[in-house]
């Protein structure tokens, strides 16, 4: 099965919408298309908030004050810009193509814009700008009927994603249809798609297994650049179903198959490699390991991906389901089929550390096998051949999730400032909070506080704040890094705050 996602050469990202005729309204646009990005000598691309407009991070913030929102599972959307050499943020320029006459065209192409919640690196040849929609900036200012006009364009495309190809900088639009993964909201950090969207050459293969059991999640797509157009092609049949992507540095690409049946786990899936170029799967010759030893069974078997290498890791349990023996397997080629065969390259009792073992949902981009669980960090390295366990320092959090490219980051608990938990040192670094002078105007007229909440990785600070006497609100802001880290800024209700605040940064080179 076969579908088109179409670039700026084609019609596939189209917001075809109908607007009413006005002869002297300034013309008139029937559709708009996106059709590239202007990302030339950048360094990076970043999305970043105008400090000076009040619409943005300050309303974000505010919002998590009044709704009482602990968690920061969500995003906001923001300008994209390039960063050049010296770091300077410059607005990217878009390539837009309108079909209409008179005044609204020249507008829409000078001045209409996308804003976007993340940006993913796909590989070293893709990006994916994630649940995008339409901006205009001044629309407030303009005149009737061409406000109107450009209103309806923008609200034409909501929360659409776009693969940009990095060499020229060619939006693609992408749809669920066309193998993109439905993740919500809440988008922190690279390996966030780890397994899910893979680059291979200059293709993409996808496996949406996010976004609930509707007709795309269990399937494999190829992206296939085509210049003008991805050619996107089914990688399985409708009898079956796959999860998870491994590419590894020897030309194929480890999964998981399900043959019938709904996709629900990893227990009763088979790994299998998949050959990029001409897609065949092929199943994993595992030799003497599946015979039953006298007291031990083969318990669970799955991908480990580690460093672009995949390795099979095998689970020994006894009689009554306790894991007994891991072991990593190296994989090897022969007569044109992958196998693992014994020894293990790497063999531990569980017992020594207690039962742990790395997942196989994802590859893991490192030279080693990283994960935590019970208080412990845990550590495979196959060049190595060691399997450790080491005990998290004070204040370092549990969960993977608090972890934004190695470094949590912890407000103390009586707010008096935060630690620093790098995952690279063996004790957490303590920043106090420093309140500026922007406070002293307001101490005699706070009514009630409300304490920093947890760390927020879009937007890189701790946000709490205050309600004066008069009902209006102060947001505190502390940065956790950068000329104001540990200094908290305070912003009230309505007023602005000077510069931009960067909330992603992905480099292009």
């Known amino acids: 099965m076969t579908k088109k996602i179409l670039s700026s050469l084609g019609i596939g990202m189209m917001a075809m919408l109908c607007l009413v005729s006005c002869e002297n309204g300034g013309g008139n646009a029937s559709s708009m298309q996106f059709k590239r990005m202007d990302i030339a000598g950048a360094k990076a691309l970043a999305l970043a908030s105008d400090g000076s407009n009040q619409r943005n991070a300050p309303a974000r913030m505010l919002a998590r004050l009044t709704d009482g929102e602990e968690d920061p599972s969500f995003n906001v959307s923001h300008p994209i810009y390039t960063v050049s050499e010296d770091g300077t943020l410059v607005e990217v320029h878009y390539t837009i193509e309108v079909v209409g006459s008179g005044e609204i065209v020249d507008l829409v192409k000078a001045n209409m814009r996308l804003k976007a919640r993340y940006i993913y690196a796909i590989g070293d040849k893709w990006l994916w700008l994630m649940n995008c929609e339409y901006d205009y900036p001044g629309i407030e200012d303009m005149q009737e009927p061409l406000r109107g006009k450009i209103r309806e364009l923008m609200h034409s495309q909501f929360e659409s994603n776009y693969l940009v190809r990095r060499s020229d900088g060619a939006l693609f639009e992408w749809s669920r249809e066309q193998g993109r993964p439905e993740r919500g909201m809440g988008y922190w950090r690279p390996s966030d798609v780890y397994g899910e969207v893979e680059a291979v050459g200059n293709d993409i293969f996808t496996s949406p297994s996010m976004g609930g059991l509707d007709d795309y999640y269990g399937r494999i797509y190829k992206l296939q650049d085509q210049g003008d157009e991805l050619n996107v092609v089914q990688v399985l049949s409708s009898t079956q179903n796959g999860a998870c992507l491994l590419p590894d540095n020897r030309g194929f690409i480890a999964t998981y198959l399900l043959i019938g049946g709904e996709l629900v786990g990893f227990e009763s899936t088979i790994p299998v490699t998949l050959n990029p170029q001409t897609l065949q799967l092929s199943n994993i010759s595992t030799g003497d390991i599946d015979i039953d030893q006298k007291e031990t069974k083969v318990y669970g078997r799955y991908f480990v991906c580690i460093g672009g ?41 569980p017992d020594e550390y207690g039962y742990s073992s790395p997942s196989g949902k994802r590859p893991y981009k490192s030279d080693v096998a990283s994960w935590m669980a019970n208080g412990y960090t845990f550590t495979l ?56 002078e922007s406070i002293a105007p307001y101490i005699s007229q706070i009514a009630m506080v409300y304490p920093f909440g947890a760390y927020d990785p879009n937007t890189q600070c701790f946000t709490g704040g205050a309600q004066l006497l008069d009902g209006t609100y102060l947001i505190f802001y502390l940065d956790v890094a950068g000329p104001n880290k540990g200094k908290i800024r305070v912003l009230k209700q309505g007023e602005s705050d000077a510069g931009q605040v960067i909330s992603v940064m992905v480099r292009l080179n």
């Not at 890791?313 to 891991?326: F, I, P």
């Open 381 to 436: 390295d196959p060049i190595n051949k060691t399997y450790t366990r080491k005990a998290l320092p004070a204040h370092y959090p549990s969960e993977e999730n608090s972890y934004y490219d190695g470094i949590a980051y912890v407000m103390a608990d009586d707010n008096s400032g935060f630690y620093i938990c790098d995952l690279s040192k063996d004790e957490a670094e303590f920043v106090e909070a420093i309140m500026d």
């Open 309 to 349: 290498t995949t390795y099979l890791l095998v689970e020994n349990a006894n009689e009554y389901g306790t894991v007994t023996k891991c072991g990593l397997y190296t994989l090897e080629e022969k007569n044109g089929m992958w196998s693992a065969q014994t020894p293990a390259l790497i063999e531990w009792n």
